[in-house]
């Protein structure tokens, strides 16, 4: 066998494995469909399961709200068990007094260390971060950024984690800018979000005041929700009902009493308490009908929906 | 003269896996060793050398019987005080030089430091490796490993050297510098206790050999005594001894 | 303790001969580094999601050194045949197994202050303060519990012959213990007898290895353990590490070794 037999063989295996390569690429992208578009090295590592995976960040987020005091998987199947347990005895016995105020509810959900069962259970909560607190004041909130911007990337279409983080971003961080991308980013992977749409909403309306883009953009929002809720038997009126707030909010705002009062009727359709809305109503009403004094625009009420803020 | 090296009734069994459960490695083994003599332990493969040296270093311990070093038995570490021992198949810390293999070893010891670093330097030119000195040990040929072997086993400058086939694998060479230094440590009043299979180098080397075979002492004297009643060479009288009948050629 | 030393000595050679340590310290240090480049909203400021990811690291570097270390050392000795010279010596197999432990223990030990070190200057420069103590206090911590999985590891080599599969198992309990371990007494309790008894058993018999993770109090800025608390840690590490090196000894002496 002379010397360039083998150096020749390379090269013709070689040309065979390009050649197929190129041949087989096209044909391949057809049998593997959607995996196919996998764009980032995340979504190729993980596939689905990466849904998992976001949902553990995002989680993890909340823990680092919680600097730390969290429940383990233990603990939640535990309290889980226990909610069940007391909400089912709870039913039984009253008869709908009123509930108790959130701050109590998230106390009790996050007391979930409960008395220590052994010795050792004490002695490890030494180790342990046992005190309730939250991230708060110092621009704090930033360090739960970091899961929900990997949670987004893991799972784009959790529209959570966008909003999530757009409120924190321009709330208590100063970061509006960033926030109105980290949105459209989330807008652009969950087109018809109703959620992604009304917070851009918000944003384009609370911080850069800008009242016509806002408008567009919830109810634009409005439109999604109403579209999804003409798809259920029982749609959540919720959401729909902060979508109006904010849109009869943004209206009065403007000095489009009327137009106000139209999103408050609308909002009377769906809220728990229609008789609160009436009330407002009323008041703008009395504004609309009252000649308004010179120079001076009409001061807001504020206009709450019960458990319509965080 | 009190005996150097002593085994009482040595017996050694192992548990095996047939139908038989036993097996007697070493039965009923009685030997000496005097100051001062090169003693050679001989036998066939199999026939129990290494298992009696595994119990005289400690690393295996009698079914019955005793074994004593300079008196005292076996089992406690204050015998191997003032004993070397070269292992047949010799590899040490590959991670370490030479340098450093001594001086753990005269640590292990409890040598003091000075004295330490005059042995080191007298023992690797006596091994003749003394430019290999801060070479990692896994550079070094089979051959330089024997001899770092040879040095730490000399580290604590012992009064009784213990040898397992000390020039297995050694090119001709290699075995001239090891009976040299057997010779030399024999002049210095030392005691010598190795194991060979090149009868040649025992017959030339020991003043006394044991031959053993299937676990048993076969016969224990000197090797000039031996030689003489047995009319012929020391190889001849380890077939007779064995019961090695050479197959006649049809 | 001369002759102990003189065997660690030659363990803490060995550790820092190989390549291990370096390449799970480089690989740390170029992960955090990297993640510590990440843009996260035009905020150089964000410094607990790299203080996790870095005590991650150093968590499972410092547990890998720790266990293949450990879980080599008897099994190449008998491989190698080095252990016959040794035990030739005046020494024991006592000693040969305090040596051993010692001498993974104190690399382990030297490998966790660089791996420390390089955690406080990365979250000291981020967060503009110096949490020495909280640092100093979770390395304790760890080292304390790398004790009792380095004499875990010990024991487990003598039980089995083979690195690897020792090296398996160890991981196996740990990774149990530090996820599961504390959460035993509510499974305990939501089974039926005796099964519930069983449990409970197991839990107060293995060693509590998550008791001395506080990571989360480091990350999250929490007030430090309080170092009586620290102390009686030390202590039941102690205990455990104690026991199995006790049961560690007592199989390597009976245990023929044949040259």
Same mark, same amino acid.
Not at chain 1, 34 to 40: G, I, L, N, S, W
């Given at each position: 066998m002379s010397a360039r037999l083998p150096i020749l063989l390379l090269g013709l295996l070689l040309t065979i494995d390009f050649s197929l390569a190129t041949w087989l690429q096209p044909r391949s992208l057809g049998w593997r469909g =959607? =995996? &196919?578009? &996998?764009?980032?090295m995340l979504k190729v590592l993980l596939g689905d399961g990466r849904r998992m995976f976001a949902n553990h960040f995002f989680t993890k987020a909340d823990a680092y709200f919680h600097s730390g005091y969290y429940p383990s998987l233990f603990d939640q199947a535990r309290l889980q068990c226990e909610n069940h347990l007391s909400g089912a005895a709870e039913e039984q016995a009253s008869k709908g007094g009123p509930p108790d105020s959130k701050h109590d509810e998230h106390e009790a959900e996050h007391d979930f260390f409960g008395k220590p069962k052994d010795w050792l259970d004490r002695f490890s909560r030494a180790f342990r971060v046992t005190e309730h607190t939250h991230l708060s004041g110092g621009g704090r909130e930033r360090e739960i950024l970091p899961w929900l911007k990997l949670a987004a990337a893991l799972d784009p279409h959790q529209v959570d984690t966008y909003t999530v983080a757009a409120y924190w971003l321009r709330s208590k961080l100063g970061k509006v800018a960033e926030a109105e991308a980290f949105l459209r980013e989330g807008l652009r992977a969950n087109p018809d979000s109703e959620e992604i749409l009304f917070e851009l909403g918000r944003l384009l309306w609370e911080n850069h005041r800008d009242a016509a883009r806002a408008r567009n953009l919830l109810e634009a929002a409005l439109r999604c929700s109403e579209r999804r809720a003409a798809g259920l038997a029982e749609p959540d009126k919720t959401f729909r009902g902060r979508i109006l707030v904010q849109l009869a909010r943004l209206e009065e705002q403007t000095g489009n009493l009327a137009a106000a009062i139209a999103r408050l009727r609308q909002l009377q359709e769906v809220s728990p308490t229609p008789e609160v809305i009436q009330r407002q109503i009323a008041e703008l009403q009395q504004r609309l009908e009252a000649p308004p004094p010179s120079g001076h625009p009409a001061a807001p009420p504020s206009m709450r929906q019960p458990g319509s803020d965080r | 003269m009190d005996a150097i090296l002593k085994t009482e009734n040595l017996r050694v069994e192992y548990r095996t896996q047939d139908s038989n459960g036993v097996k007697v490695a070493v039965r009923d083994l009685s030997l000496s060793v005097r100051s001062g003599e090169v003693f050679g332990f001989l036998g066939p493969n199999g026939a129990g050398k290494t298992t009696t040296m595994n119990v005289l270093l400690g690393f295996v311990s009698p079914t019955a019987g005793a074994a004593y070093l300079f008196g005292v038995d076996v089992r406690k570490p204050i015998a191997r005080q003032r004993i070397g021992y070269l292992p047949e198949l010799t590899y040490y810390y590959?991670?370490?030089t030479a340098e450093e293999l001594l001086r753990f070893y005269a640590r292990v010891f409890g040598l003091p430091r000075a004295e330490t670093e005059r042995r080191i330097d007298r023992l690797l030119k006596l091994v003749e490796l003394e430019p290999a000195r801060k070479r990692l040990i896994k550079t070094y040929s089979k051959g330089m490993q024997q001899r770092v072997g040879l040095a730490q086993a000399l580290i604590n400058d012992p009064d009784l050297l213990i040898l397992d086939e000390p020039t297995s694998g050694l090119d001709p060479l290699g075995r001239m510098k090891v009976r040299e230094i057997i010779q030399r440590l024999k002049q210095e009043g030392k005691t010598v206790f190795f194991s060979s299979h090149e009868l040649g180098e025992v017959e030339t080397v020991c003043d006394r050999v044991a031959i053993i075979h299937q676990g048993e002492l076969k016969v224990e004297g000197r090797v000039d005594d031996l030689v003489r009643t047995h009319q012929t060479n020391l190889e001849q009288v380890f077939l007779r001894i064995i019961g090695y009948q050479p197959q006649s050629v049809p | 303790m001369n002759k102990v030393l003189a065997l660690a000595g030659v363990v803490f050679k060995e550790l820092y001969r190989r390549k291990d340590f370096y390449v799970l310290f480089f690989l740390t240090a170029v992960l955090t580094l990297l993640l510590a480049s990440v843009n996260l909203f035009n905020d150089q400021r964000v410094v607990r999601y790299l203080k996790e990811v870095c005590l991650l690291l150093i968590w499972v570097s410092a547990l890998v050194i720790a266990v293949v270390t450990t879980a080599r050392q008897l099994p190449a000795e008998r491989e190698s045949r080095t252990i016959f010279p040794l035990l030739a010596k005046p020494v024991t197999r006592g000693q040969v197994l305090a040596g051993k432990f010692l001498g993974c223990w104190g690399a382990t030990g030297l490998a966790l202050v660089v791996f420390y070190a390089f955690f406080a200057v990365v979250s000291g420069t981020r967060e503009g303060h110096w949490a020495l103590g909280a640092t100093f206090q979770a390395l304790w911590l760890q080292w304390a519990m790398l004790a009792v999985v380095i004499a875990m590891a010990l024991l487990g080599s003598l039980l089995l012959s083979a690195p690897s599969a020792n090296s398996t198992i160890c991981f196996i309990l740990v990774g149990g213990i530090l996820l599961v371990g504390g959460h035993l007494n509510t499974v305990a309790l939501q089974q039926p007898e005796p099964l519930s008894s069983l449990i409970y058993a197991l839990y107060f018999a293995i060693p509590h290895l998550e008791i001395f993770d506080v990571r989360d109090l480091l990350i999250h800025d929490q007030p430090l353990v309080g170092w009586g608390n620290c102390l009686l840690a030390t202590l039941y590490a102690a205990v455990y590490t104690a026991t199995f090196l006790l049961m560690a000894w007592w199989v390597f002496r009976r245990k023929p070794l044949s040259a």
């Open positions: =959607r =995996r &196919a578009q &996998a764009d980032t | 590959k991670f370490l | -």
